[in-house]
């Protein structure tokens, strides 16, 4: 089982900056992708950024040069850093873990409980 924890969310004013964490910890043998999620009220759930541990980044178009994914590899923790913020980024913040357990085993998906962020004046 994989644990991920998601911190860093609160409330901000508009162009204003946070940096959302996310944590994984429980059997982890090896980890593919991790990503950031979000859903605003009354909207389905979207990409926001994910990262690949071989580098590979995928941002939807409305992050495009104000957010940023990282990683700290040893820590098994990934970032996200949020600059410019509008209030359409209002929404709750996912992280998602794309794992394996073993050598043997396939890989799954494990998703944190969310974190809150909102962008108002």
């Known amino acids: 089982q994989v644990q991920l924890v998601e911190s860093g969310g609160g409330l901000v004013q508009p162009g204003g900056s946070l940096r959302l964490s996310c944590a994984a910890s429980?059997?982890?043998?090896?980890?593919?992708?991790m990503g950031w999620y979000r859903q605003a009220p009354g909207k389905e759930r979207e990409l926001v950024a994910a990262?690949?541990?071989?580098?590979?980044?995928n941002y939807a178009d409305s992050a495009k040069g104000r957010f940023t994914i990282s990683r700290d590899s040893a820590k098994n923790t990934a970032y996200l850093q949020m600059n410019s913020l509008k209030p359409e980024d209002t929404a709750l913040y996912y992280c998602?873990?794309?794992?394996?357990?073993?050598?043997?085993?396939?890989?799954?998906?494990?998703w944190g409980k969310g974190t809150l962020v909102t962008v108002s004046s």
């Open positions: 990262l690949t541990m071989g580098g590979t980044t």
């Open positions: 429980g059997d982890i043998f090896y980890i593919n992708t």
């Open positions: 998602k873990c794309n794992t394996r357990a073993s050598l043997t085993k396939g890989a799954m998906d494990y």
